[in-house]
């Protein structure tokens, strides 16, 4: 599979998760994939199978009213693409960081995607 493909994997899975679209998410998935949530240095999340993140993902709708990921560089290998976020939500609950619905977090980051047969496997985001 070509660069651009991968690029383009990416592009739609992102587009997905600014539009709450979970099933747009998961589209590009393999089965067996695996989701870390990373920061601080520290997973504080792992899903492992497309399931497993689908019904994280839903969870996660209900945190933010608004959220919007915007890609500042993209760094693109073989099987992997790095890209650099700036990140933007809009509370919807409250969380035990004190942050209260309405109020909005930004943050940059950077997740890094890696493929294999023509399908995403590994999610890394880190903030």
């Known amino acids: 599979m070509n660069v651009a493909k991968h690029k383009q994997l990416v592009q ?9 679209d979970v099933e747009g998410m998961v589209r590009h998935l393999h089965e067996d994939v695996v989701f870390r949530n990373i920061s601080g240095g520290e997973v504080n999340l792992t899903t492992t199978g497309k399931e497993s993140f689908r019904q994280q993902a839903e969870q996660a709708r209900q945190y933010f009213s608004q959220r919007k990921q915007h890609i500042t560089n993209w760094l693109v290998a073989d099987n992997r693409v790095e890209v650099l976020i700036d990140y933007t939500g809009v509370a919807a609950i409250e969380f035990p960081n004190g942050l ?14 890696e493929f294999a047969d023509s399908q995403i496997v590994s999610i890394n985001d880190i903030s």
């Open 12 to 20: 739609d899975y992102i587009e997905a998760y600014n539009r709450f």
């Open 100 to 113: 209260k619905p309405g109020d909005t977090l930004q943050l940059q980051g950077k997740s890094v995607f």
